[in-house]
């Protein structure tokens, strides 16, 4: 039996969690996991005062991930998604447990021309959705800000950018690659890429 591993990677605000979902319909049993949630489990439960403790919590979310994905292939999940940002940081954990648990690995990296993400980016994280824990260095459950443009914890253009590009977000493969320019959404291809997708997993 075939077993998939199915990771959405490239910079953010490349439209990420929006394939979640469409992967979720495509294939109904597949479990998600994204380092994300674990970080905002770890905000509202135990919350940060500093940015020394917000890096402390984000290692330990990075635990929690990691262990909850190899559980998930020690159960074997015939198809387990996950999505974010990823760069040479995560393969080799990635690696070894693809490797040791007989997953094939498909990355489907979304990239888009620079200013465009930063457009969505700077507007993301003044969006009320966004949560609080993301933008700010201290952060406990029920916090709220009204004027997002004042959170302390905010990344400028020039940030973004030396992230971006030491990170290489646009670089990361592991697997099988299919590459998708998502520079405008209206012009994106999703049921083609569903197609395709549907087409590399043998069930």
């Known amino acids: 039996m075939q077993k998939y591993l199915i990771l959405l990677a490239g910079c953010p605000c490349t439209g990420k969690t ?4 469409q992967l979720q319909q495509q ?20 919350g940060f005062n500093c940015k020394a403790e917000k890096e402390a919590l984000e290692h330990k979310a990075w635990q929690f991930y990691y262990g909850v994905l ?29 490797e040791q648990y007989y997953y094939q690995v498909i990355t489907l990296r979304l990239v888009a021309d620079f200013d465009v993400i930063w457009q969505r980016r700077y507007q993301r994280d003044r969006s ?9 260095q201290h952060y406990h459950y029920g916090d709220a800000l009204e004027n997002r443009n004042l959170a302390d914890d905010l990344i400028n253009k020039d940030q973004f950018y030396q992230v971006c590009k030491i990170r290489r977000y646009d670089q990361f493969v592991l ?22 997708l549907k087409q590399m997993v043998k069930l």
Do not use: C, W
Not at 128 to 136: A, C, F, G, N, V
């Open 128 to 136: 009320p959705e966004r949560h609080l824990s993301h933008i700010m």
């Open 27 to 46: 294939f109904k049993d597949s479990f998600v996991i994204t380092p994300d949630e674990a970080k905002i489990l770890y905000a509202e439960s135990v």
């Open 70 to 98: 190899k559980l998930y292939m020690d159960a074997g999940k015939k198809v387990i998604i996950s999505e974010y940002p990823f760069s040479d940081k995560q393969k080799k954990q990635l690696s070894e447990f693809t």
């Open 18 to 21: 929006y394939l979640v979902n």
């Open 175 to 196: 697997g099988k690659l299919l590459e998708v320019d998502v520079t405008d959404f209206a012009k994106v291809d999703y049921s083609g890429l569903l197609n395709k």
